[in-house]
């Protein structure tokens, strides 16, 4: 069974600049969850996604990041503009009941 | 809001020694807790979990119990192996529908030979 595929792995940007990440989730996992995760740190729920809609997106900076998630399966996020504090591994998770797959991440530097 | 709080390492144990690693929630309700492990250069992998009270999740010679009269989810290992040596996040997941994992900030072990 193929596992959460993210890319890209790293990026490296401007501040203010804008990126975008994507996900592809496991296949028939209905919920895709976008995390945060800053260095030495926890991951942070960004949003989650039932299908392609929002269950919750109360921790998402709405003035800056944005996600969807198109046909209920692959996920983008994005970032414009981004911040120094942005810097952190954006991590994609697919579910179909209580466990959670991880993919491999996105490093994002912001300089 | 929910929350976990776990000891903050590093952690450094010689092999075959006993390991210990504190956890413990604030959630309403009937939580269900889990351990991931982040070894070196690699993503989240869930080692274990537990979904009620007095519940015991084991994998790999891991084994955490869920002690709903203490808020606690401490993760143990009776002899460690260099191997072990990664980066262990106590997590719950809350009610209500809502599936997303709260973590704690982590806990590095490092086992040296």
């Known amino acids: 069974e193929a596992g959460v595929a993210q890319s890209p792995r790293y990026k490296i940007i401007e501040k203010r600049q804008s990126v975008a990440f994507w996900c592809n989730p496991i296949?028939?996992?209905?919920?895709l969850y976008w995390y945060q995760q800053i260095l030495g740190q926890g991951p942070k729920l960004l949003i989650q996604?039932?299908?392609?809609?929002?269950?919750?997106d109360s921790q998402l900076p709405k003035d800056r990041f944005s996600a969807e998630r198109l046909k209920g399966v692959d996920s983008t996020l994005k970032i414009q503009p981004a911040k120094l504090e942005d810097s952190a591994v954006y991590l994609c998770?697919?579910?179909?009941?209580?466990?959670?797959?991880f993919g491999p991440g996105t490093r994002l530097t912001v300089t | 809001g929910d929350s976990v709080t776990q000891m903050e390492g590093p952690v450094t144990l010689s092999e075959e020694a006993f390991l210990t690693i504190n956890c413990t929630y604030t959630?309403?309700?009937?939580?269900?807790l889990f351990w991931y492990v982040q070894y070196p250069g690699e993503g989240l992998q869930l080692l274990l979990k537990?979904?009620?009270?007095?519940d015991k999740g084991s994998n790999k010679g891991f084994e955490a119990t869920y002690r709903k009269e203490t808020t606690s989810f401490h993760l143990e290992k009776g002899s460690v192996q260099v191997s072990d040596s990664a980066v262990y996040f106590c997590?719950?997941?809350?009610?209500?529908?809502?599936?997303?994992?709260?973590f704690g900030s982590g806990t590095r072990l490092q086992v040296q030979p």
């Open positions: 998770a697919s579910s179909m009941e209580y466990e959670q797959y």
């Open positions: 296949s028939g996992h209905a919920t």
């Open positions: 996604f039932q299908n392609n809609g929002v269950v919750d």
């Open positions: 959630a309403t309700g009937y939580p269900s």
């Open positions: 537990a979904t009620k009270a007095d």
């Open positions: 997590a719950l997941s809350g009610i209500a529908g809502r599936r997303a994992l709260t």
